[in-house]
């Protein structure tokens, strides 16, 4: 039980997937936006990259591995969460038109989120077993969560700011985001 803790906290904190490995920078910098659309992202990726790892895992273990597949598994991969964000994005169109219309382009954006490929193939490449798996997909999806969450919340407050012409939009994201990176930096102490 430990040992799946250690895991949690090291993906989502320590080994931020966003803020240590820089992947998955493109919807966190688009959807941010709004406090709304990041916690619905962060929902949907959280689903994705949880059963995604499990999946991954699974065919990993069963399929690839034992009948000399594994060069497969990158392709293998993506075809999974492609399959799997196609479900989510029926999913919201069906129940939730108004939040799939706000997430845009950046839901479909999930199938090639490298956060999402970049786990199932870190999980395979540390030889997690399957539940080692999905509490890492899970525990690095909360991690994606809380850093776009945050970003959208730094974003609000900076609206009602002012700003310099010439640090607007783009240039104070950026450094925002830079900071928060730093800021997590501070977890890389931590121990269990």
Known sequence: MTS????IVSCALV????????????????????????ASLG??????LTIASAVASLLYDYVLEPFGLDYMKTIVFILVIAALVQIVEMFL????????KALGIYLPLITTNCAVLGVALTNV?????FVESVVAGFG????????IVLLAGIRARL??????????????????AALMSIAFMGFGGLSL
């Open 4 to 7: 799946l803790i250690i895991i």
């Open 15 to 38: 080994n931020n997937v966003v803020l240590n490995q820089f992947l998955g920078i493109c919807s966190f910098l688009g959807v941010s936006k709004q406090m709304k659309a990041s």
């Open 43 to 48: 929902g949907a990726v959280i689903f994705v």
């Open 93 to 100: 169109k069906k129940t939730s038109p108004g939040l799939y």
């Open 125 to 129: 490449q540390d030889e997690y077993n």
């Open 140 to 147: 690095t999806a909360v991690g994606y969560t809380i850093a």
């Open 159 to 176: 609206d009602e700011e002012s700003i310099p012409a010439p640090f607007r939009g783009a240039p104070v994201v950026l450094l925002a």
